[in-house]
């Protein structure tokens, strides 16, 4: 099992393992109201973004995966994390029992295809190392989630809610068939 976070290359992004001094950015990322909006809706406090730092960080002792940091080449500076993780949301056996896919990118970083970047290069990672199925939680509202989890191969499980949101839960259980 890979106890230490693997470093990943892509054209544009490095998603590598969050290091201390990548908390404040990982902090003001989550503290944007923009981020959280379809994620909790609620911006994070200092402590609150702590706490996930630290899982992220223990995610990848206890599992052997976990979710990277995504920095971005040109400036080195951190713009989100991607990967996976055991979310454990009591939302049924056929979503809580695999591993959890998650992307997040502040937002002067979205829209210049870096999500689908980070997340496929997590993804491509994943399929060699661990392949088996994955799932997502997508808010309804969050197209452009819904969007990137379709490119992936993610297919509707079914539509439920969480902690008070209509949200969408998909299931990849591989690569996609690519054209």
């Not at 959280?36 to 206890?62: C, K």
């Not at 500076?77 to 997040?104: C, H, K, T």
């Not at 969050?142 to 949200?167: C, H, T």
Request: hydrophobic share 40%.
């Amino acid at each position: 099992m890979i106890r230490s976070t693997p470093m990943i290359n892509t054209a544009r992004l490095t998603l590598c393992g969050m290091r201390p001094e990548d908390f404040n950015r990982f902090a003001e990322i989550w503290r944007n109201p923009c981020v959280v909006r379809h994620i909790g809706g609620t911006p994070r406090s200092r402590g609150e973004a702590w706490d996930s730092f630290l899982r992220n960080a223990g995610h990848w002792q206890m599992a052997g995966f976990g979710q990277w940091a995504v920095i971005q080449q040109s400036n080195r500076q951190m713009i989100g994390q991607a990967g996976f993780f055991y979310g454990n949301r009591a939302l049924g056996e056929d979503f809580d029992s695999f591993p959890e896919a998650g992307w997040v990118l502040a937002p002067e970083a979205q829209g210049r295809g870096l999500g689908l970047e980070a997340a496929q290069a997590a993804h491509d990672w994943f399929d060699r190392i661990m392949p088996g199925p994955l799932v997502a939680l997508v808010n309804s509202s969050n197209s452009s989630s819904q969007k990137l989890a379709e490119k992936l191969g993610y297919e509707l499980i079914r539509e439920s809610e969480f902690q008070g949101s209509p949200v969408h839960l998909l299931r990849r259980n591989g690569p996609p068939v690519r054209h």
